[in-house]
């Protein structure tokens, strides 16, 4: 195979490599990282004998993410506050045209699952992400981790209970969340408190991440009035240089706050029953400097 081949089927898979790597890791530089270093050992291999292109690669990223992903476990011990994945613009465009094929995406890239698949253990995750995100077969899947078939089962029932038992049930209809966006944005500019109050659920959830450098709660805030108030504040700190866009990340509509022509804050809401469930705050500048928007 020439080096120019080897090229052109790296890139062919590229997708799929990167889609592997964040779903095990929550970071988009981590995953690029792992995918590089992919690259590079796919460059330096004798491909004559590589029968299976696609698998061999997948097999490469995974073992490299389980690896970076027990190194970034032990740093993120010490992280301040909550932590939340790390923002990805999603575009599946016409490669998945599928609608029930595009919503198993969504769901896999969401934060709210990428929350819950923290707290599995790198092998259960490798498992979950690819069977249940990218279909894989448990036998291959086996191969990739080195690995009994049967383990492989065992480790892929574990996760899908643990995340099922731990992943929000609330409606994902893109159409919904993106009106309640705006209206949360229309109430939340607004003169009073009433109108952004209505739109909050009873129990509802605010989750912010700023990584401890830029302002937002250490600790997760509960019930609609801590919530409300708190949001109904902090959209009165954005000045007039302010600027939002509604974008779709992780799969899902999101507001993009811009300070200055530059990302400072990324909001996106689950929803359940009509109104706002869970809301998540991403300020942390170091997971908002690679957003890029055409």
């Given at each position: 195979m020439t080096t120019d081949a080897a090229t052109d089927l790296f890139e062919e898979h590229r997708p799929v490599l990167i889609?592997?790597?964040?779903?095990?890791?929550?970071?988009?530089?981590?995953?690029?990282d792992v995918v590089q270093e992919a690259w590079l050992r796919w460059s330096a291999a004798?491909?004559?004998?590589?029968?299976?292109?696609r698998a061999y690669l997948v097999r490469i990223t995974t073992r490299l993410a389980i690896d970076r992903l027990r190194h970034l476990r032990s740093r993120q011990e010490a992280y301040p506050g909550p932590w939340l994945p790390e923002p990805l613009v999603t575009d599946f465009g016409p490669a998945v045209p599928d609608t029930a094929?595009?919503?198993?995406?969504?769901?896999?890239?969401?934060l709210a699952v990428l929350v819950v698949l923290e707290s599995l253990s790198p092998l259960e995750r490798a498992v979950f992400v690819l069977r249940e995100a990218f279909?894989?077969?448990?036998?291959?899947?086996?191969?990739?981790l080195d690995r009994t078939e049967a383990a492989v089962r065992q480790l892929g029932g574990r996760a899908r209970r643990h995340v099922e038992e731990r992943k929000p049930r609330y409606d994902v209809d893109p159409a919904e969340r993106r009106d309640l966006t705006e209206r949360f944005l229309a109430a939340a500019s607004g003169d009073g408190i009433e109108p952004l109050l209505e739109l909050l659920a009873p129990?509802?959830?605010l989750v912010s991440d700023s990584g401890g450098k830029a302002k937002a709660p250490r600790r997760i805030i509960e019930t609609a009035d801590k919530v409300g108030r708190f949001l109904f504040a902090v959209a009165g700190e954005f000045g007039p240089d302010g600027e939002v866009r509604i974008v779709e990340?992780?799969?899902?509509?999101?507001?993009?706050?811009?300070?200055?022509?530059?990302?400072?804050t990324v909001f996106q809401i689950e929803v359940g029953q009509g109104v706002i469930q869970c809301a998540y705050i991403i300020r942390n500048p170091d997971k908002l400097a690679g957003l890029s928007f055409a």
């Amino acid at each position: 195979m020439t080096t120019d081949a080897a090229t052109d089927l790296f890139e062919e898979h590229r997708p799929v490599l990167i889609g592997v790597a964040y779903r095990m890791l929550g970071r988009v530089a981590d995953a690029e990282d792992v995918v590089q270093e992919a690259w590079l050992r796919w460059s330096a291999a004798d491909r004559e004998d590589v029968r299976e292109p696609r698998a061999y690669l997948v097999r490469i990223t995974t073992r490299l993410a389980i690896d970076r992903l027990r190194h970034l476990r032990s740093r993120q011990e010490a992280y301040p506050g909550p932590w939340l994945p790390e923002p990805l613009v999603t575009d599946f465009g016409p490669a998945v045209p599928d609608t029930a094929e595009r919503a198993v995406l969504a769901d896999s890239v969401s934060l709210a699952v990428l929350v819950v698949l923290e707290s599995l253990s790198p092998l259960e995750r490798a498992v979950f992400v690819l069977r249940e995100a990218f279909g894989f077969p448990y036998a291959e899947i086996a191969r990739a981790l080195d690995r009994t078939e049967a383990a492989v089962r065992q480790l892929g029932g574990r996760a899908r209970r643990h995340v099922e038992e731990r992943k929000p049930r609330y409606d994902v209809d893109p159409a919904e969340r993106r009106d309640l966006t705006e209206r949360f944005l229309a109430a939340a500019s607004g003169d009073g408190i009433e109108p952004l109050l209505e739109l909050l659920a009873p129990g509802v959830r605010l989750v912010s991440d700023s990584g401890g450098k830029a302002k937002a709660p250490r600790r997760i805030i509960e019930t609609a009035d801590k919530v409300g108030r708190f949001l109904f504040a902090v959209a009165g700190e954005f000045g007039p240089d302010g600027e939002v866009r509604i974008v779709e990340l992780n799969g899902a509509p999101a507001a993009v706050f811009f300070v200055g022509g530059k990302p400072d804050t990324v909001f996106q809401i689950e929803v359940g029953q009509g109104v706002i469930q869970c809301a998540y705050i991403i300020r942390n500048p170091d997971k908002l400097a690679g957003l890029s928007f055409a």
